[in-house]
Nanobody
Framework: QVQLVESGGGSVQAGGSLKLSCAASGYSFGSCGMGWYRQAPGTERDLVSTISRYGTTTYADSVKGRFTISQDNAKTTLYLQMNSLKSEDTAVYYC??????????????WGQGTQVTVSS
């Protein structure tokens, strides 16, 4: 059974930092691309950042230079370090896996999400 479980969300003031984690199990995630998405109330779910099975990373323009995506060596945990947080970063953040990895592919597996609230 594939599971993606996010943690690390919370409330923080603007300018602060949070680090999200996503524990992955039930699949050989070494063959997958992983990513973080977010959804604010009343909006669609947007791509925040991805990391391919080869380690190549991408970022939405709105988070470039502030967020960093990474994985542990076993590729069982995905991270998102978020610095210089802004109120517009407030959203539910979801971990997702595209398995097997295809560039630009639609994620097959999703976590339940973790709330990030940034107050100004």
């Amino acid at each position: 059974q594939v599971q993606l479980v996010e943690s690390g969300g919370g409330s923080v003031q603007a300018g602060g930092s949070l680090k999200l984690s996503c524990a992955a199990s039930g699949y050989s995630f070494g063959s997958c691309g992983m990513g973080w998405y977010r959804q604010a109330p009343g909006t669609e779910r947007d791509l925040v950042s991805t990391i391919s099975r080869y380690g190549t990373t991408t970022y939405a323009d709105s988070v470039k230079g502030r967020f960093t995506i990474s994985q542990d060596n076993a590729k069982t945990t995905l991270y998102l370090q978020m610095n210089s947080l802004k109120s517009e970063d407030t959203a539910v953040y979801y971990c997702a896996a595209t398995c097997p990895y295809v560039s630009g592919g639609v994620p097959k597996y999703w976590g339940q999400g973790t709330q990030v609230t940034v107050s100004s």
